[in-house]
């Protein structure tokens, strides 16, 4: 049954101290030079079956400008899966499987997303995530913790004014002294 | 070797979204009712095990006086390991193993604590365990993080304003959906 059940998964990268940014937006504290020997390493097959059950993304304009940025010099990272941005603004596209959205994300979740997607991956933006929470339009939640506290940036859950709470699906501990939690988002 | 060296923990225990304490101070969200079936339990006898290798408590005053107030009705639940409050007020000594301290703390932890102990445990204090971790002197921090999303309180890390790189130890997740990370803190 619940290979067939709609997904939506909130996905972040963070500090021990629950900063996904630092103030001038540099990202090279995501390179942990740290070693744990009892965790676990994905190969490149684990994370090619990984990245095909997801069928459609969504993210924050910020996260999408980033991610256009990037493209660049490496490429579109998100291939030909469809990448929904959440925008009141106009942006750029590049010849990419985009598309703006800007109207109310329970009629997103609902009417956009369910009846055509099973596996929807929220890849970035920490407001829109937090109004997936509130509005208990979100169904998991992975945090990948990285070895580092970061003393000061952006907050990713940031006073989010509301209880929820949560079943531990999975904790898995990498090579590289990344830790990766796995909730459900109970409703 | 590592045995016989100084060791002073930092222990923490926090929501998903980094928070120690609710704004009520109310306790409840920490009886998680989640149930993780990969977990591992602890025995009574890895608890008793564990606690007897603590030799010595290091906690703010408003940790103590929430164990002096807890004690009233459950007992002292440090035993008759020393306990070192880190205080200016003058506050009430109820026939245990208490001694305040107000001094500077490279002189607490290079003058009073690494002479007499081997294995320290900070049990509580925000702001302590800020001040250590800036001052390089806690050797490793230990956090339980509880299966839910506060959404306010009492941030423990709350901006600690310095970077600082982590060396993951071990991450283990019990049957109660509570997963503890334990990390060294590089010096």
């Given at each position: 049954m619940e290979n067939n059940a709609f997904k939506l998964t909130i996905h972040m990268v963070s500090s021990l101290?629950?900063?996904?940014?630092k103030n001038d937006n540099?990202?090279?504290?995501?390179?942990t030079v740290d070693s744990y020997e009892k965790g676990v390493t994905l190969t490149e097959q684990d994370m090619v079956e990984f990245l095909k059950s997801i069928d459609c993304y969504v993210m924050g304009s910020h996260t999408y400008e980033h991610a256009l940025k990037l493209s660049k010099s490496y490429?579109?990272?998100?291939?030909d899966v469809p990448v929904i941005v959440l925008t009141h603004r106009n942006l750029p596209v590049d010849g990419q499987n985009v598309e703006f959205y800007s109207g109310d994300l329970n009629n997103l979740v609902n009417e956009r997303l369910k009846p055509n997607y099973r596996n929807v991956w929220m890849a970035g933006g920490a407001i829109l995530a937090k109004d997936l929470i509130r509005l208990k339009l979100a169904d998991e939640i992975r945090v990948s913790i990285i070895?580092?506290?970061?003393?000061?940036g952006k907050l990713f859950f940031d006073h989010i004014g509301q209880e929820q709470t949560l079943h531990l699906k999975d904790a898995t501990a990498y090579k590289n002294g990344i830790v990766e939690l796995h909730y459900e988002i109970k409703k």
């Open positions: 101290d629950g900063f996904i940014a540099s990202i090279s504290w995501f390179e490429g579109w990272v998100y291939g070895p580092i506290i970061l003393g000061e």
